[in-house]
């Protein structure tokens, strides 16, 4: 049974950071990807930002030049560095896990979700 264990949420000042990392067990596949989503109130999931096995990265617009998501393949975890952040990042983030099969069809596996709360 996959499992992804999120961690590093919490409150942070605007033009604070945060690191949020997820560790992800139970993989008996080969991942394709890995990301973060978020969720504020009010408003359907979005991508913040993923990253291929091959090391690939995608941004939401929002995210570019202020978060760095990495991972390591060896370990299943994925972290997501968050620097210069806004109240408008105020979400419930979520890690991400997928695979496709040889079809091409998409899997999804999802963490529980960590809050992050910027606010002064």
């Known amino acids: 049974q996959v499992q992804l264990v999120e961690s590093g949420g919490g409150l942070v000042q605007p033009g604070g950071s945060l690191r949020l990392s997820c560790a992800a067990s139970?993989?008996?596949?080969?991942?394709?990807?890995m990301g973060w989503y978020r969720q504020a109130p009010g408003k359907q999931r979005e991508l913040v930002a993923s990253?291929?096995?091959?090391?690939?990265?995608d941004y939401a617009d929002s995210a570019k030049g202020r978060f760095t998501i990495s991972r390591d393949n060896a370990k299943n975890t994925v972290t997501l560095q968050m620097n210069s952040l806004k109240p408008e990042d105020t979400a419930v983030y979520y890690c991400?896990?997928?695979?496709?099969?040889?079809?091409?069809?998409?899997?999804?596996?999802w963490g529980q979700g960590t809050q992050v709360t910027v606010s002064s």
């Open positions: 991400n896990v997928f695979r496709r099969d040889r079809l091409y069809r998409r899997s999804d596996y």
């Open positions: 990253i291929t096995s091959g090391g690939s990265t």
């Open positions: 139970g993989i008996t596949f080969s991942i394709n990807g």
